[in-house]
């Protein structure tokens, strides 16, 4: 059997992998941003990414890593001693509740243990006790756990109060379904190196008509994230600071791409690659860690003895494949799949392929060419649908 360790493999859930034709734009000479050739660029970013944010609000593209798009989201509808309730099921769930105490918000957590999504009869039941929430927050796949929350029925219940229900969807808008208008978000940030494909460098907000009257009213002070600066420009076909050109030219490229192919090939793609993933981990004698597994990472649970942070180092160093670990509690016990961005099924193969040989020099006793046949089985069996998007 053949592992081909001479293509490095990143499967990390951000960053992500580029298609090859997002790495020759991202090649291309600089242009100016104020010029006829990139202003009819912006224009059909800005059209196309509300196909993708399924929603008929605008959406504004920020020169900021994905946290920073967090940040947007807060202070734009954030006033001064707001009361937060914030969904705090691992990492990432922290960061935004630590950052709503940092503008001065009352912030209730809501903590959910790791690996669980959260049950919406428990934001149900604290909306109705604290009717005076202005906002509950949550993130749409928390990547520390590699777990989904029930956005829909959060959304039903948030849009029943006068509360707004912002979501972190990093690594969940472009992987899985998230229909901002339908489910009633009121705020949504996406990542550009995670779902979105691109290198890291941009993040993408929009917000709803009951988030906008906040917006307006609302007296925070604010400044390089003031969102309404950057619709003022929008409208006048410009972005309010420099554009980000070449993130936004290799972005109308993954915008057309979806546009041709449709959003359900997409997101049908990447499930594929999550259910193999999952499948494998039966081959593998590894468990899916997560209660509520999302479409966008896997996180397998490695058995107690093992080396964890060991392990993950050498799938990297000696078979090429960069996963991520965990962090915190989860250090060194869990590895964490990524299936965001352009993958073959060749990378998939190679993964499965290499992770085996990797837990074979730690103790496991995998027959490598029964793993080798079942993934190649489950690959060929569903060839049609992880080659749709590709
Ligand atoms: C990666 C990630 C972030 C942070 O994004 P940065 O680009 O590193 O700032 C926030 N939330 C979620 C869910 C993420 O996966």
Redesign the pocket.
């Known amino acids: 059997m053949s592992i081909e360790s001479s293509q490095q493999i990143l499967l990390a859930?951000?960053p992500v992998q580029l298609h090859p034709e997002v790495q020759k734009i991202l090649a291309l000479p600089m242009i100016h941003h104020r010029t006829p050739a990139f202003d009819s660029i912006l224009k059909s970013v800005l059209e196309n990414l509300k196909l993708l944010f399924q929603t008929t609000q605008p959406v504004y593209l920020q020169t900021?890593?994905?946290?920073?798009?967090?940040e947007c989201l807060l202070i734009n509808v954030l006033k001064p001693q707001a009361k937060v309730l914030a969904i705090v099921s691992g990492k990432?769930g922290e960061?935004?509740a630590d950052m709503a105490e940092a503008y001065g918000a009352q912030v209730h957590r809501l903590v959910v243990p790791w690996g669980l999504a959260v049950q919406p009869q428990d934001v149900e039941s604290y909306l109705k006790q604290n009717p005076d929430t202005d906002i509950v927050m949550t993130?749409?796949?928390?990547?520390?756990t590699a777990t989904s929350h029930p956005i829909e029925a959060l959304g039903q219940i948030v849009a029943r109060t006068k509360a707004l229900f912002l979501v972190?969807?990093?690594?969940?808008l472009g992987a899985f379904t998230l229909p901002m208008d339908d489910w009633s978000l009121d705020g949504v940030v996406a990542?550009?190196?995670?779902a979105i494909m691109l290198p890291?460098g941009m993040?993408l907000v929009s917000f709803s008509k009951k988030a906008w009257q906040v917006i307006e009213s609302n007296p925070t002070p604010r400044f390089y994230f003031d969102i309404r600066k950057e619709q003022a420009a929008n409208l006048k076909g410009e972005t309010y600071f420099s554009s980000n050109v070449n993130l936004i030219r290799a972005l109308d490229f993954v915008l057309n791409q979806i546009k041709q192919k449709g959003l359900d090939s997409l997101f049908k793609v990447i499930h594929h690659r999550a259910e193999y993933t999952r499948q494998m981990a039966e081959v593998l004698h590894l468990a899916v860690y997560s209660k509520a597994p999302s479409d966008s990472v896997t996180a397998y649970l490695l058995p107690p003895q093992t080396q964890g942070t060991q392990l993950r180092e050498k799938i990297e160093s000696t078979y090429g494949v960069t996963v991520m670990g965990g962090q915190d509690q989860l250090k060194g016990r869990i590895l964490r799949i990524g299936h965001m961005g352009h993958i073959t099924s060749e990378n998939l193969h190679q993964t499965t392929l290499r992770l085996a040989y990797a837990l074979n020099d730690f103790g496991f006793n995998l027959n490598l060419e029964a793993v080798e046949q079942a993934s190649k089985t489950w690959l060929e069996k569903h060839k049609e649908a992880l080659n749709a998007f590709n």
């Open positions: 859930p951000g900021s890593t994905g946290s920073g798009g967090m990432f960061r935004w993130q749409a796949c928390e990547t520390s972190d969807a990093i690594t969940a990542g550009s190196q995670k890291t993040s």
